[in-house]
């Protein structure tokens, strides 16, 4: 088996900027593109924050658009699940379905998964509607009524940043009190176009027959009533999780399950690189993700330098 100077894991933002830089830096990068291809610009739809692009793109296009370049430099990707990761010892192995390989750095790229209320509907609009991302899509819902669903700092951060846009934000909670910080809650309950709704989840959105979000379903916690609340979107902030698992007693990972880097995107195990959201859980966006993948390539060629091991 021979041994990779770096493999990367994961296509998102960061991992396809680390891909080419590591590329261009003639480390000849083998890059696993995960469960979804692109990371979370692939679920997003017109992207207008991202440097280059006045007009906004299309996340998935965002996206197809960077592992081009990624190619173009001469990374080899994979359509592959990375299924175990041995990080014990250099040269670290990586491991696919029956296949294994080997790589003396390795850059963790594998990002965060957005909670979901887990309803069929939400599948279907999201993107449509429906968003995980506030900074990414508020602007796109002008004058319009939503909802967010949610209790924690997040909730009323995203809730807050909404009314520079949205002409009325509700805020559904399951419980009767916020988890959100006393700061937080006295910001929200000052804004006079929020609205809380308590003691209610979401029982269903609607309609994904037309493509776009008209109305919710709110059920009661404590009476069991349901009522249909008109909206035009759905804001999900429920928290994230990092996709981390693969690494869990392998490398330091916080209490929510975040990489721990030390010195830039180092992590606790030398050759071992993290960049993009299963490191960073303030910004979560695309142009930071890539400014990490970017210093996670550099740091590792330094990293392979240093040990001779650069081709």
């Known amino acids: 088996m021979s041994t990779r100077c770096v493999i990367i894991i994961g296509s998102g933002s960061a ?7 590591a590329a261009r830096a003639n480390l000849s990068p083998l890059l696993f593109e995960g469960p979804l291809t692109g990371g979370q610009l692939s679920l997003t739809t017109m992207v207008e924050n991202y440097p280059g692009f006045p007009d906004g793109i299309m996340g998935p296009e965002l996206m197809e658009l960077t592992k081009r370049q990624a190619l173009r430099f001469g990374t080899e990707i994979l359509s ?22 080997e790589a003396e750095a390795v850059i963790l790229a594998t990002g965060a998964s957005s909670r979901m209320l887990g ?8 993107g449509h509607g429906v968003s995980t991302c506030a900074t990414c899509d508020g602007f796109f819902f002008k004058e319009k009524e939503i909802i967010v669903v949610g209790g924690g700092d997040s909730a009323m951060e995203e809730a807050i940043f909404l009314t520079k846009f949205a002409k009325k934000v509700s805020v559904i909670h399951r419980r009767d009190k916020l988890r959100a910080s006393k700061i937080m809650q006295e910001r929200a309950f000052k804004n006079p176009k929020i609205e809380l709704i308590w003691d209610s989840v979401v029982e269903d959105i609607l309609d994904p027959a037309s493509q776009k979000v008209t109305t919710v379903k709110l059920k009661h916690v404590k009476t069991g009533k349901v009522t249909a609340k008109l909206c035009e979107g759905v804001f999900l902030a429920i928290g994230h999780e990092p996709n981390t698992q693969l690494f869990q007693g392998q490398i330091e990972l916080d209490p929510k399950g975040y990489i721990v880097t030390k010195e830039r995107t180092q992590t606790s195990r030398p050759g071992v690189f993290a960049c993009g959201d299963c490191v960073d859980h303030i910004y979560k966006q695309a142009i930071t993700a890539a400014g990490m993948g970017c210093m996670a390539a550099m740091d590792a060629e330094k990293f392979l330098e240093a040990n001779s091991m650069s081709p």
Not at 15 to 21: M, S
Not at 80 to 101: A, G, H, I, N, W
């Open 15 to 21: 991992g396809l900027t680390a891909a080419i830089y």
């Open 119 to 126: 309803l069929p509907a939400e599948k279907i609009l999201l």
């Open 80 to 101: 592959k699940f990375v299924t175990r990761c041995d990080l014990s010892r250099r040269p670290f192995r990586v491991e696919s379905e029956k296949t294994s390989f």
